[in-house]
């Protein structure tokens, strides 16, 4: 299908339909480029991160640091559904809609330069209503941004644990 094209007219005519067709499309700016995880060190990163656990699945996220390498404006995203969902058929399934979830919500809801990992539920990804899990990343994601960045506490020294006694300590 072709776009309507209107005929060449002097551009100072105000009269009603002369105006050229316009796209109703919003274009704010660049499409933002989502890439998919597959390092296992990348997910593993993300499990150490911030999680929000919605009916539909567990959403991890964690904002990356400048020194890496992935380009800042790039958003990353991966999925994980084990053998507690089912078998293959279940898991693929689930991991489907998770895919097709993000890809709608992401680009309006997600921030360039954080990697997100969504982790299918047993009994409720594959089951649950599409647009209940539309809307539980959206609110996981806003969730997710709204909370304050972890800090990291400086440890008091002895902190961790009960305070030993170093004669009778048999671990070293």
């Known amino acids: 299908m072709t776009p309507p094209v209107a005929p060449a007219t ?3 005519d105000r ?7 316009v796209s109703v499309c919003p274009t704010p700016g660049p ?15 993300a499990a150490q991160a911030r999680r929000q656990g919605m009916p539909g699945f567990l959403l991890q996220a964690r904002q990356r640091h400048p020194d890496e390498k992935v380009p800042a404006e790039v958003i990353r995203v991966g999925f994980t559904c084990s053998r507690k969902l089912g078998n293959a058929v279940a898991r693929n399934r689930a991991k489907r809609r998770l895919r097709e979830v993000a890809r709608a919500v992401l680009p309006l809801a997600g ?7 969504l982790v299918g539920r047993p009994g409720a990804t594959a089951e649950r209503r599409f ?7 959206t609110r996981a994601l806003s969730q997710i941004h ?14 961790g644990g009960p305070a030993r006694d170093p004669a009778k300590d048999h671990r070293r």
């Open 10 to 12: 002097d551009p100072r």
């Open 15 to 21: 009269t009603p339909g002369t105006q050229p067709a």
């Open 31 to 45: 499409p933002l480029q989502i890439e998919v995880l597959a390092r296992r060190p990348d997910f593993l990163r």
């Open 111 to 117: 921030r360039p330069g954080w990697d997100y990992v």
């Open 131 to 137: 647009a209940d899990l539309l809307a539980d990343l």
């Open 146 to 159: 709204a909370s304050p960045a972890p800090r990291d506490k400086p440890r008091a020294p002895g902190a």
